[in-house]
């Protein structure tokens, strides 16, 4: 399967610890979208990288949250101190030179 | 603010039948619209996306339309089939991001 691939897909913590998520985009897909997900509302943008670089953070991206792609290859998303109101679905999503994002599966996160 | 909305939040049909799900936004400057299908737990599937200067886009039994003058764009669905029970997401393209609204649930009984 050669789609965006995330991991874990389900996790749960107890608030105050950190967790990491990974997501391993589409081969050769040089942009990489990170969303967050509530249950019953869209996915709402939280960071963007092109390549290696982070371009754009959301303000819902606060200093808790870090989010790294080293070598421009896979990404990840860290959120320190974990609050319950971190408990949401995390999207990757990828994109290559054209327009249309393609998702991955998602990290459901509960936080206890 | 941009700001996406569905209209409505639920739907419910009888299998065959042919429905619009509505979706409208505040920014008309907007680089293209996509719909998107979530199953439950899952992630999202483009199904169509519509740049700026186009006015419809179809695939299959779907066809989705822009109107950016007035702010807004239809998803149509020939002869739905319980399969197409899902969670339709619309999405504007601003920059570099996606604003989505919260989507229409729809289900197709069979």
């Known amino acids: 399967d050669t789609g965006v691939s995330q991991d874990p897909r389900h996790k749960i913590t107890k608030r105050g610890q950190n967790v990491t998520f990974r997501c391993d985009p589409i081969s050769e897909h040089n942009r990489l979208y990170w969303y967050r997900q509530t249950l019953g509302q869209g996915p709402e943008f939280l960071t963007y990288?092109?390549?290696?670089?982070?371009?754009?953070k959301s303000r819902l991206l606060s200093d808790r949250f870090s989010a790294e792609r080293p070598k421009g290859s896979f990404s990840t998303l860290e959120i320190q101190r974990t609050e319950q109101g971190d408990s949401a679905m995390y999207l990757c999503?990828?994109?290559?030179?054209?327009?249309?994002?393609?998702f991955g599966p998602g990290t459901r996160l509960t936080v206890l | 603010k941009q700001e996406v909305t569905q209209i409505p939040a639920a739907l419910s049909v009888p299998e065959g039948e042919n429905l619009v799900l509505n979706c409208s936004f505040t920014d008309s400057a907007i680089y293209n619209l996509q719909w998107f299908r979530q199953d439950p737990g899952k992630g999202l599937t483009s199904l169509l996306l519509i740049q700026s200067s186009q006015r419809e886009q179809t695939s299959g039994r779907l066809n989705a339309s822009l109107d950016k003058s007035s702010g807004r764009s239809t998803l149509y669905i020939a002869a739905s089939q319980p399969g197409d029970s899902a969670t339709y997401l619309c999405?504007?393209?601003?920059?570099?991001?996606?604003?989505f609204g919260a989507g229409t649930i729809l289900r197709v009984k069979s």
């Open positions: 990288f092109q390549n290696e670089a982070q371009l754009e």
């Open positions: 999503a990828s994109r290559p030179m054209g327009d249309t994002q393609y």
């Open positions: 999405a504007g393209q601003y920059g570099n991001k996606l604003v």
